[in-house]
């Protein structure tokens, strides 16, 4: 499961809509690769902020351990809502486009956010608190409350650490193919060698979310 976190941060960072043009652009624009590294800054923040928001408040819940099977079916079943969705609604909405680029933060919030890049984890990190009830001991119910509060604070740190080691993985990759064009390739292959990510996107968003449903259902 982490290797699934780190495998979506990277696909992330490899998707243009998160943000690698920009930074691309403005090392084109400044003339040197320290602006493109710059760039990355606010936008791994912003990345960092969008996963954290959905992640840690999900997180806060799964300490109610009877009812996190039924949680992680509904949470994998909204992903591949999402992703059809996707699939269905392709255009990008105008005013995502307006956000100024010194707003960085800001545009890379809104667009991990719009695409949903937290929901596509929203799964994995259920399954990981999940395990980390299943190996801390007795059941919840023997705990009382300081057991309880101990396995929140546990499972806010798991969805702390997948947030943290998935935007590392996004901005990594990102910035990794943001050089390669800025430095060798130029602007030219963008027009002669497209993927259509937003395809790949919708539909990787379907086979995570079906991929978390099965793995709650499994687990019973």
Known sequence: MWAGVVAIGAYHGVNPAMGWPLAVANGMTDRRGSALLATFVPLGAGHLLAIAIVLVPFALLTWLVAWQREIRVVAGALVVLFGISRLMLRRHPRWLMRVRPTQLLLWSLLMATAHGAALMLLPI????????????????????????????????????????????????????????????????????????????WALSLVASGAAGVYMALSAA
């Open 125 to 200: 990190v259920m399954g990981l608190c999940q395990t980390t009830a299943a190996t801390a001991g007795p059941p919840l119910a023997d705990w009382g409350h300081a057991g309880a509060m101990t396995l929140m604070r546990a499972n806010i740190g798991t969805a702390i650490a997948v947030s943290l080691l998935h935007s590392a993985a996004m901005v990594t990759s990102g910035l990794l193919v943001a050089w390669i064009v800025y430095r060798y390739l130029g602007l030219r292959v963008l027009r002669s060698a497209w993927l259509d990510l937003d395809l790949v």
